[in-house]
DNA sequence: TCTGGGGTCCTAGGACCC
DNA sequence: TCTGGGGTCCTAGGACCC
């Protein structure tokens, strides 16, 4: 049997600030010290779309990720009129984030041997082998340092027993922050952030709690590991343990595809049923292009969806029983499926489009 | 305020099969 | 005449994450 099994797990999360806004300000020295906004576009006030990330600078004047860009722009002319400097508004460039991104965990891959990426921006790796917490937080000072020195960026690092704790500690000091949840120190850690800090409970479940008074992670403690799984069903069980600071979850260091898909909202909702086919045939397209680049020999399942004006939305999806992933089929099936939502069947009430999109699964 | 685009995972009902 | 039990697949919807 493996030593491991008695080797007490260091796991730490590493998560880049502001990390588009940060790149962009990093390669346009023009905007230095300015803040900045890295979303869709604005149109004076008028555009659709939301703010992926904002700098420090752009936080200040309210400006988050997920803010619609129409109220990031309007916050944005309210500083200007105070005597602000406004926000510079950016559209986002994945493929340079994307490159910095695995510059970044070729770095941390010089200090473990064992890394998760969890997102663009965020990853967790195993410093087990440290053995203890004093070492494991000098690699990731080491860590910062070199990935200020090399990509000109800052990040934030927590480091605990497990992934849970490992992910609310680089949260919180930010940015440029680095903390230590020592073992046994996990449930006094957790106790008093607010319920929204696991990662899992969003707002529905928030909404949910604080309407039994449940605001801090102490609250939530108090209901039996029963009463949460009949709240929250199987995830409930899972929650149970993990606001007691205990999570088992292995890294993985790399996860296969399990869909691919494509989405796009119109400028202007609309009822034009030659432009949304149009549309919504380029989608197929351009996903069947990336699917035929992939690994992947087959598909199974196609879905689309349908976002109507007052943001309702459907999806329908057919499984294929004879695989042949060639355009056509897809772009038959697809139609196929939006058809219904042009007449009464589908859209009594002659709602207009707001999204439509497509996704395929279920690959072999 | 009026809500992107890329994903993952879970639930629940119904069909179908043995 | 008044209807099992278990398993799997398909479909639709929804919560959540970055």
Known sequence: MSCLLFMTRIIAHLDMDAFFAAVEERDRPKYKGQPIVVGSDPMEGKGRGVVSTANYKARKYGIRSATPISRAWQMSEEARKKGFPPAVFLLPNFLKYEKS???ISKIVHRFSPLVEPASIDEMYFDLSSCVNYKKAGSICKKIKSEIKKEEKLTCSIGIGSNKLIAKIASDFKKPDGLTVVEKGKEEAFLENFPIRKIPGIGPKTEEILLRRQIKLVKDLK???????????????????????GIDDSPIVEKYEIKSMGEQETFS???????????????????????????????????????????FETKNRSRTLTK???????????????????????????????????IRIERFE
């Open 101 to 103: 991104s695995f510059e």
């Open 268 to 310: 202007k909702d609309t009822l034009d049923s030659r432009f949304i086919t149009g549309r919504m045939v380029n989608l197929s397209e351009s996903v069947f292009e990336r699917f035929k680049k992939s690994e992947f020999k087959n598909f199974k399942t196609i879905t689309i969806t349908v976002r109507f004006e007052g």
């Open 323 to 357: 695989l042949s992933p060639d355009l056509k089929t897809i772009q038959f099936e697809v139609l196929r499926l939006l058809a219904p939502f042009f007449d009464k069947r589908e859209n009594p009430k002659r709602k207009f489009f707001r999204l439509i999109g």
């Open 222 to 244: 108090k209901l039996s590991k029963d009463e949460l799984k009949k709240m929250l069903g199987k995830w409930g069980d899972d929650l149970y343990f993990k606001i007691r």
